[in-house]
Nanobody, 118 residues
């Protein structure tokens, strides 16, 4: 089972990026999925989660109104659209599957770097 992230990169403050996470090896259509991030020297923090149907999502307060999580179960993929990026959003972003909102993660991706320059 693998979760593979893509879409990270370098962007100027105020810009946008779209992260993707595609699962292989099994279907995750019946599980919640989400995103976490970890800055250098910091703990890994919750960013966003979406339930298996895609009808409910939760966000870290500091990204509400700027980030949007979505999923396409037919493609076994979850997305994170990030707009109005700030330098403090700089981190490695990890895809996760499981009871994401409770922090009970069954699978992690390898991470993708997002760097926001000021």
């Amino acid at each position: 089972v693998q979760l593979v992230e893509s879409g990270g990169g370098l962007v100027q403050a105020g810009g946008s990026l779209r992260l993707s996470c595609t699962a292989s090896g099994r279907t995750f259509s019946s599980e919640a999925m989400g995103w976490f991030r970890q800055s250098a020297g910091e703990e890994r923090d919750f960013v966003a989660a979406i339930n298996w149907r895609g009808g409910r999502s939760d966000y870290l307060d500091s990204v509400k109104g700027r980030f949007t999580i979505s999923r396409d179960n037919a493609k076994n993929t979850v997305y994170l659209q990030m707009n109005s990026l700030r330098p403090e959003d700089t981190a490695v972003y990890y895809c996760a599957a499981g009871r994401v909102a409770a922090g009970l993660i069954d699978y992690w991706g390898q991470g993708t770097q997002v760097t926001v320059s000021s």
